[in-house]
């Protein structure tokens, strides 16, 4: 059986958890999220203020889903209860974000502003040089924030580009120079 599944995860005060056929809804002060679930292969039994999930059956199949679905009701739970948070860092001579309603306005060095539109239930923010995505559901915050960095990726020369915030960029050197050459 998965490692991962064999721990509970904890339901806080005010989180409900039900399955309604194929689909886990969780609900919490952030709101409701829901995900599908392998119903086949996996068995979800809460017990007091924790939710267990065991496998339907001896398959790998099954252990495999049992670990997964063990993780996204921990990310369910986390995101009603609080928010995700991702932060991206842009660097680079005039590059310039900002929030417009919904839209992520963007000057990253192209001849026209790139405008992204934030899914439902993701809040942006900008301060200085830094790009927060806000949101109870990890999937879409990181998605939507991967999408950000895809605009202009950070280049190994100068480093200029867009960043997640700690991400380490390896450097490469440049051109040599003149130096040592027709000797």
């Known amino acids: 059986m998965s490692r991962i599944a064999k721990v509970p995860v904890e339901l806080p005060s005010g989180v409900e958890l039900r ?12 709101g409701e999220l829901s995900t599908s679930i392998p119903i086949k292969l996996v068995k979800i039994e809460t017990v007091g203020k924790e939710v267990v999930v065991k496998p339907a059956n001896k398959t790998p199949e099954a252990s495999a889903a049992s670990g997964l679905t063990r993780t996204l009701i921990a990310n ?8 995700f948070i991702k932060e991206l860092e842009f660097k680079g001579v005039g590059y ?5 309603g919904n839209n992520l306005k963007l000057s990253v ?48 020369y100068k480093g200029k580009g867009i960043k997640y915030v700690g991400e380490v960029i390896r450097r490469k050197a440049g051109k040599a120079g003149k130096a040592g050459e027709g000797a």
Do not use: C, M
Request: aromatic fraction near 2%; glycine fraction near 10%; proline fraction near 8%.
């Open 19 to 30: 399955v309604e056929g194929s689909t886990l809804l969780v609900k919490g002060p952030n």
């Open 76 to 83: 369910l739970v986390k995101g009603v209860t609080e928010e």
């Open 96 to 100: 310039r974000a900002a929030v417009e």
């Open 109 to 156: 060095g192209y001849s026209h502003p790139v405008v992204l539109e934030a899914p439902k239930g993701i809040s942006l923010e900008v301060k200085k040089n830094v790009i927060s995505v806000k949101g109870a559901d990890l999937q879409a915050v990181g998605q939507f924030a991967a999408n950000i960095r895809a605009t202009r990726p950070p280049e190994p």
